[in-house]
């Protein structure tokens, strides 16, 4: 059953950036845009990249190796060369604690 974990603190996520954390190993993105936290899948449906390493903007993430771009609100992919939309995942902020379920 999924449930609701711990993965960071907001201040290590600043306004506009992205980090990469695990649950379980498997890499998710920890992405601050537009005043809202966001999660989803960090590895690119395009190919190997780390969505984390790239650009955070307009609640959108931009993958750092050919530009696709997914919106972090839905996982839909905004801009090719991706066309499988990313794994979006449920965020509960407590305090200064990001929380993600999965
Ligand atoms: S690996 Fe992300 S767009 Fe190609």
């Known amino acids: 059953m999924s449930e609701f974990r711990p993965v960071a603190k907001l201040s ?3 306004e506009g950036s992205a980090i ?10 920890i992405a601050r845009s537009e ?8 590895t690119c449906t395009h190919e190997e990249a780390s969505l984390s390493d790239g650009d955070v ?15 972090l609100r839905t996982g839909a992919v905004k801009s090719l060369p991706a066309v499988v939309p990313i794994q979006v995942f ?11 379920k999965r």
């Not at 449920?90 to 993600?100: A, F, H, N, R």
């Open 12 to 14: 290590e996520v600043p």
């Open 20 to 29: 990469r954390v695990e649950i379980d190993g498997c890499p998710i993105a």
């Open 35 to 42: 005043g809202g936290v966001y999660a989803c899948q960090d």
């Open 57 to 71: 903007f307009d609640a959108v993430i931009e993958c750092p190796l050919h530009g696709a771009r997914f919106d």
């Open 90 to 100: 449920e965020v509960k902020i407590e305090g200064d604690t990001i929380l993600v």
